[in-house]
């Protein structure tokens, strides 16, 4: 399989090689998602308490029923997900950015809700063209549309036009994190704030970086509460679960110690 990889990587344009991982991705996760019983849990979520995310930092975000009906969104109508990156985006609230860079944004959970929240201009990075619809009409349904501009496979060359710019970073890409932010690149990212997601092999070469920032890392915890909304939904502990297949952490690189404010 790694030298299938290998090969189709050597052969394709990069931005299609990325675009049919992304697909595959998702089919993969839809497989799982639909033997789990998650797919028809999120159908009857969504039937009993829509589709207005409920608490957290994006609370009143409207999440489209279409992106909300393929995944598990529980979590996401919620409110709960990824709740151990919540200080940090309470942080980020009280920042002020002259841009905001999803990388990975898939149906803009983040690009969309960091709009509401910030106000700021978000440019929104996915190969994978089905999720980039989903979330133009998130982007629409909030009222933000003019805010969020969509892209697709964000390459690390695109970090020297924002040089000066006061950026905020959230970037989710499936272990491409460590070909964007290497010992060249994070020389010119000192004036950002990165909220980085990391994947296997990734993570130990993230770390080790000089990063000109103060790093936080950030592990997930078990996800635990009582929801009415879930009630004869399924056991609450399941539908709460991101279903990550292992543990999660995430870099919090906080440009603080630059003086950036």
């Known amino acids: 399989m790694k ?19 992304a ?37 009143g975000m409207v999440y489209p029923r279409d992106a909300a009906l393929s995944r598990h969104s529980i979590p996401k109508l919620l409110g709960t997900y990824e709740q151990e990156l919540h200080p940090v985006l309470d942080t980020i609230a009280h920042r002020r950015y002259d841009l905001v ?25 996915d190969p994978e063209p089905i999720e980039r619809s989903y979330c133009r009409e998130a982007a629409r349904l909030n009222g933000v549309e003019s805010l969020v501009e969509l892209n697709g496979l964000f ?10 710019q006061r950026i905020l970073c959230v970037c989710d890409c499936e272990g491409f994190e460590a070909e ?31 990063w000109p920032h103060r790093l936080t890392s950030i592990a997930s ?16 502990g399941k539908l709460l679960s991101e279903f990550r297949g292992e543990a999660q952490t995430w870099l919090w690189c906080d440009s603080v110690t630059v003086g950036q404010r």
């Open 155 to 164: 390459r690390p060359t695109r970090i020297r036009q924002f040089i000066g």
């Open 221 to 236: 915890t078990p996800r635990t509460g009582n929801y009415p909304e879930l009630e004869g939904l399924g056991g609450q």
């Open 180 to 210: 964007i932010f290497n010992a060249e690149t994070v020389k010119e990212v000192a004036n950002w704030d990165l909220l980085i997601e990391l994947h296997g092999e990734a993570a130990g070469k993230l770390t080790s970086l000089a």
């Open 101 to 125: 860079i999803d990388i990975g944004s898939a149906e803009g959970y983040y690009a969309v809700g960091l709009a509401r929240l910030l106000g700021t201009h978000v440019l929104a990075y």
């Open 23 to 59: 697909v595959r991705s998702r089919r993969f996760q839809l497989k799982a998602l639909r033997r789990e019983g998650l797919l028809d849990a999120a159908a009857s979520y969504v039937e009993r308490n829509g589709c207005i995310v409920r608490f957290g930092p994006f609370t």
């Open 3 to 21: 030298l299938a990889k290998a090969a189709a990587r050597a052969i394709l344009p990069e931005f299609l090689f990325y675009r049919i991982a």
